[in-house]
């Protein structure tokens, strides 16, 4: 079958960097993507990774190893308002995509 | 302000009624997508579709239709609603199908089947 794991839930201090792991077992790969969801509210796009190596967005940075099935978020200089999910989601051999279900991060000050 | 969206934002219902969540985008994107997101789980695709006309199957149609007669407009109907329907259900649009974009999302409907 296919799945995605990622940790329920993890915690870090305002203004420290936190990683956030992502493995995969997919039917094929067509692409990872992180998403970001505030409670109560709809998630949207981080990242995508379909070539090995990290992709670097400001704060934000994302890994993918696809030998190792494995992906992750990397936050620095943590804020407040990075309290939230982190969506890890691969696209399979049907372009569906399968999604992880969700690492909640608790950033304390 | 251009984007996605979704009515009605929360609703309760009885069991074995019928019940339409109607879903509006104005970015022309050709790709429509509807989800259902139960805690504990991932986003799980109930139907889809790639362009005005066409419509597929995801993980998860058992119980739900959906129709597109337009580019914008994307309905999800449950024609006889059971308890198990209870979700938060989310749109979504990408420019074109194929995962060759990122998703965005309306701000979900919260549905309640009693």
């Known amino acids: 079958g296919q799945n995605i794991d990622q940790p329920t839930e993890m915690t870090a201090t305002e203004g420290a960097i936190v990683q956030i792991n992502c493995t995969y077992q997919?039917?094929?790969?067509?692409?990872l993507f992180w998403y970001q969801q505030h409670a109560g509210e709809a998630p949207t796009f981080l990242s995508y990774?379909?070539l090995d190596g990290l992709e670097e967005k400001g704060r934000f940075s994302s890994f993918l190893s696809r030998s190792k099935g494995y992906s992750y978020l990397l936050l620095k200089e943590l804020q407040m308002k990075d309290s939230a999910s982190y969506l890890c989601?691969?696209?399979?051999?049907?372009?569906?995509?399968?999604w992880g279900a969700g690492t909640k991060l608790i950033i304390k000050p | 302000i251009a984007g996605i969206t979704q009515a009605p934002t929360s609703q309760i219902l009885a069991a074995g009624r019928r019940m339409t969540l109607r879903c509006t985008q104005d970015?022309?994107?050709?790709?429509m997508y509807w989800y259902r997101q139960d805690l504990g789980l991932g986003l799980r695709l109930i139907h889809y579709?790639?362009?005005?006309?066409?419509?597929g199957k995801g993980e998860v149609p058992d119980g739900y239709s959906v129709s597109r007669a337009n580019t914008d407009d994307f309905p999800l109907t449950l024609a006889s609603a059971v308890p198990s329907q209870t979700s938060v259900y989310f749109c979504?649009?990408?420019?074109?199908?194929?995962?060759?974009?990122?998703?965005?999302f309306g701000e979900g409907s919260r549905l309640t089947v009693l």
């Open positions: 989601a691969v696209g399979d051999s049907n372009y569906q995509l399968i």
């Open positions: 979504a649009s990408s420019l074109t199908g194929g995962l060759t974009g990122e998703l965005f």
């Open positions: 990774n379909v």
């Open positions: 997919t039917s094929g790969f067509n692409g």
């Open positions: 579709s790639n362009t005005a006309g066409t419509t």
């Open positions: 970015m022309r994107h050709n790709a």
